[in-house]
């Protein structure tokens, strides 16, 4: 099986811009989490989507939204970028209950 | 308020020898626990988990031991290879909360050939 894909790997922006990231899962699975990276954090819980309903929600200004299409891909925005918002953003995939997620490689983010 | 704590930022240990990461967590919902491995410019690759009605887990030369009454876990790599050198995550899922992991900070290893 393939596995978690993220497009694009890097990407770089301005302050009040906005960005759209992608990821597509695992096939079959139906749960995609976002997770934002920060040096010196442990990553943070951005949401959760399953089936196309956003599931849960972590501690995220409404500047940070997402969705999920029926094939389970799932494309995060970020809405008037600001310079904290540069980060590595990781795409996680799992069947949504077994508890085990499995990771892309992220897109990382720059705002300058 | 870190709910998962991963106190020790670095460790370095001899080829061969055992690496032993800790890892403390303060909500008592937690059920679920994972260990992450990361390199640089990678995402976390999953590694072992432990469901909280376990006190061990062991998947090769790694083990995840959960002591419930103390919140605190710990994963064994014996032996350690250099390869194994990387930022390891513990992670920990609430009852009820579906997918939503709480990551610790992670620690470095550092595994000396």
């Known amino acids: 099986k393939a596995g978690v894909t993220q497009t694009p790997r890097y990407l770089i922006k301005t302050r009040g811009q906005q960005v759209t990231l992608s990821c597509s899962p695992i096939?079959?699975?139906?749960?995609v989490s976002w997770y934002q990276q920060t040096p010196g954090q442990g990553l943070q819980f951005l949401f959760e989507y399953f089936s196309e309903t956003q599931r849960n929600k972590g501690n995220f200004p409404g500047r940070f939204s997402g969705r999920q299409f029926s094939n389970s891909r799932s494309e995060m925005n970020v809405s008037t970028l600001e310079l904290g918002d540069s980060a590595l953003y990781l795409c996680?995939?799992?069947?949504?209950?077994?508890?085990?997620?499995?990771f892309g490689p992220g897109t990382r983010l720059t705002v300058t | 308020d870190q709910q998962v704590k991963q106190n020790s930022p670095s460790l370095s240990v001899q080829e061969g020898r055992i690496s032993i990461l800790n890892c403390d967590y303060t909500?008592?919902?937690?059920?679920?626990f994972l260990w992450y491995k990361k390199y640089p410019a990678e995402g976390p690759t999953f590694l072992i988990s432990?469901?909280?009605?376990?006190d061990k887990n062991e998947d090769g030369r790694f083990t995840v031991f959960l002591n419930k009454s103390a919140k605190h876990l710990s994963l064994h790599i014996v032996p350690s290879q250099p390869g194994d050198s990387a930022v390891y995550f513990c992670?920990?899922?609430?009852?009820?909360?579906?997918?939503?992991?709480?990551f610790g900070k992670g620690i470095t290893l550092s595994v000396r050939p």
């Open positions: 992670a920990a899922r609430d009852t009820g909360a579906n997918s939503k992991l709480t």
């Open positions: 909500n008592s919902m937690f059920d679920y």
């Open positions: 996680a995939s799992s069947d949504g209950s077994s508890g085990e997620q499995y």
């Open positions: 096939s079959g699975h139906r749960s």
């Open positions: 432990i469901s909280s009605i376990k």
